[in-house]
């Protein structure tokens, strides 16, 4: 019972772990302290297996239970054992890839692509974000691409409302609530 209970701790985040900035094309996330390249995914990434991690990012407006906009995006780790290096391929909401990545890089490039677009917000709302991240379940792998064009948007959002499975990890974080205007200055 113990060991549970400090896992749900290690796996719910608070909020100073997910950072929200303004940017060009709305909200910015970034998290420096967090890491999801560790456990069984980072193991298997040693063993030469690809892993895939899927993203949720929610924007919660007026209230926390009212979603007013929502992301899915994949991200398909390797690791080359000879430069002990990572690459990054984002494989849903446009194809870009990057490599010879230390993993602090690999998680904050993920964190870079990721954006949550603000454009009829008003500035006073409260607002909250919120980031799931779920390493895929190898054996689930295959049914997430459609034919030859990728990932299935209708496949991700089946994954996150599956239940997690036991050998899956899984990271929620959570930031809010805050304003706009709040961050304008």
Known sequence: MLSLCLAAFAMALSSEDLLVTPGPDGLRLSAPRFHFLVGQSLAHLHDGVSVPF???LTLFGGS??????RSFDRFVFSYDLWEERFAVARVSNG????SNLLPPAAERWCFDQLAVPTAGIGQDTPLWVRLEIRSEDQKDGAPMLADNEGISIASLIEVFSRPVRRAQQRWVIDNGPFRL???QR
Do not use: G, H
């Open 181 to 183: 205007a709040d961050l």
């Open 64 to 69: 926390r239970e009212r979603a007013i906009w």
């Open 54 to 56: 899927d993203f949720q």
């Open 95 to 98: 194809r870009r890839s990057v």
